[in-house]
């Protein structure tokens, strides 16, 4: 057995693979892990994902810890270095596909500039809260604005001219959340029909329900109802839970 540590960290908090190699088949089992685990959530995956496949070993060697170091070099001298060379894998495929990840990204990135006095949009996100099934995905962001470009704050950020009612926000923004000046009604919001809090999120209000359906979840069924929401087109109505729609709907 061996450990590879210093990963980057996963959405599930994962940030190092337990590597487990059988010792006759050299078979392997790469297990996600964090460093923060403790002995029993060790003994539990590995009942979950190593005893459940495989039954109960007759033995378990490992270079962790003393005892474990003197069985190994006693009983399996290559079962480490064995290991170590899944080890050694594992990282020149992870160093391959961060590498391919940022090629593919410098291909698509692109390096937005804006001089003092461009107007730019200002985006704005909805407020999170609410489940969403993703049968039309997210909610596409809206924009508010044009606001000008008062000054470059180093190489990725602007300070924008607001206006007094968003004088709670400050005015510094990364250029991700700038978009160049084209008027574009379909996502663009008027700034005096809808609040703007200090975090640049505003309230989905929906308007109309226009479809139903139950899903089969487990052992159970799942009621959800298609919305059209407020400032989106009919086109972008996501499906929602419609015991969550109730709280917040008269339309349900």
Not at 70 to 81: S, W, Y
Not at 128 to 153: C, D, E, H, V
């Amino acid at each position: 057995m061996e450990i590879v540590v210093g990963l980057p960290r996963t959405f599930k908090k994962h940030d190092s693979i337990w590597v487990i190699v059988d010792r006759f088949t050299k078979s392997a089992h790469f297990l996600p892990i964090k460093t923060t685990y403790t002995t029993p959530q060790y003994a539990t995956l590995y009942i979950k994902e190593i005893v459940r496949l495989r039954g109960t070993p007759m033995s378990v060697i490992s270079d962790r810890g003393w005892f474990e170091l003197g069985e190994t070099k006693l009983i399996g001298p290559n079962i480490v270095h064995d290991a170590l060379k899944k080890v050694k894998l594992i990282q020149e495929r992870l160093k391959t596909a961060q590498s391919r990840q940022k090629s593919y990204s410098d291909i698509r990135r692109r390096d937005l500039e804006f001089k003092e006095g461009d107007y730019v949009f200002l985006k704005v996100s909805p407020m999170k809260g609410i489940m969403r099934f993703g049968k039309k995905g997210k909610l596409s962001p809206r924009y508010i604005g044009p606001y000008p470009i008062l000054k470059r704050i180093g190489l990725v950020a602007y300070r924008l001219a607001l206006p007094p009612e968003l004088s709670s926000v400050h005015p510094v923004f990364h250029v991700s959340m700038l978009k160049q000046y084209f008027h574009d009604p379909s996502n663009v919001l008027d700034r005096h029909d809808i609040e703007i809090y200090d975090t640049l999120t505003y309230e989905e209000v929906p308007v109309a329900i226009i479809d139903r359906q139950v899903c089969r979840l487990r052992t159970k069924n799942v009621a959800s109802v298609k919305v059209i929401w407020g400032n989106h087109l009919a086109e972008e109505a996501t499906w929602e839970p419609e015991e969550a729609m109730k709280k917040i709907s008269l339309f349900v």
